[in-house]
């Protein structure tokens, strides 16, 4: 079983639509969790950290589930520029500051 | 602030060359990595340097070497290319204090191995 997982998709999905993504962690120990977005053969850029309490920022916002362990990210008022992969990450106090990151949700936002 | 930088963009290289990835960030961050992303592999780290002067062996270090030349340049050697080296290889880094984890990347570079 991989450490962090997420469904690869794709997530097809029309403009104005609600979407969320989930992404599940198996390691415990882990104490911070964030959301990046990966552009087509660019490199992943850091969306939102994810806190206990959760976090929002415009139409996006993240949660964090530790008794079931898994983070998601919701996604109102979907745009076609919101089309690109979804990256989960996550860190644990056992493992430095290392980062160990899913394979990532593709989104597809259609006219 | 450039952030992460990287150099080359783009290479080929036959089987058996050597070359070296070059890494620099401007974050005072001390924390820096080396990712490759395969298509169904996502990120995988390859090495990692939590501080000046430390380097550690991340999942997938057979085949590469690193230097931590100083805070701000990571460098990643491919010693003998291998057409499995074929990737797109990201930069990183993170930590301007304790608890500081969120990383930054580079642009990347794309790498072939023929």
């Known amino acids: 079983r991989k450490e962090v997982e997420q469904d690869p998709g794709p997530f097809n999905v029309p403009e104005g639509a609600t979407v969320a993504f989930n992404c599940t962690y198996s390691?415990?120990?882990?104490?911070?969790f964030f959301w990046y977005r990966q552009d087509c053969r660019k490199e992943p850029k850091l969306l939102m950290s994810?806190?206990?309490s959760g976090n929002e920022d415009g139409r996006f916002t993240a949660q964090l589930n530790r008794a079931s362990q898994y983070i998601s990210l919701l996604i109102r008022d979907s745009k076609l520029s919101d089309s690109a992969t979804y990256l989960c990450?996550?860190?644990?106090?056992?493992?430095?500051?290392?980062?160990?990151f899913g394979g990532g949700t593709r989104l597809m936002v259609k006219p | 602030n450039a952030g992460v930088t990287q150099t080359p963009k783009f290479q080929v290289l036959k089987t058996g060359q050597s070359m070296t990835l070059q890494c620099a960030q401007d974050?005072?961050?001390?924390?820096m990595y080396w990712y490759r992303q395969d298509p169904g592999m996502g990120l995988r780290l390859i090495y990692y340097?939590?501080?000046?002067?430390?380097?550690d062996k991340g999942e997938v270090p057979n085949g590469y070497n690193v230097s931590r030349l100083n805070k701000r340049e990571f460098s990643l050697r491919l010693e003998s290319a291998a057409p499995s080296q074929t990737s797109v290889y990201f930069c990183a880094s993170s930590g301007r204090g304790a608890g500081d984890y969120e990383q930054y990347f580079g642009p990347g570079t794309r790498l072939t191995v023929t």
């Open positions: 994810v806190y206990s």
């Open positions: 990450a996550v860190s644990s106090w056992n493992a430095g500051n290392m980062l160990t």
């Open positions: 974050m005072n961050h001390n924390s």
């Open positions: 340097s939590a501080s000046e002067g430390t380097t």
């Open positions: 390691n415990s120990a882990s104490q911070s």
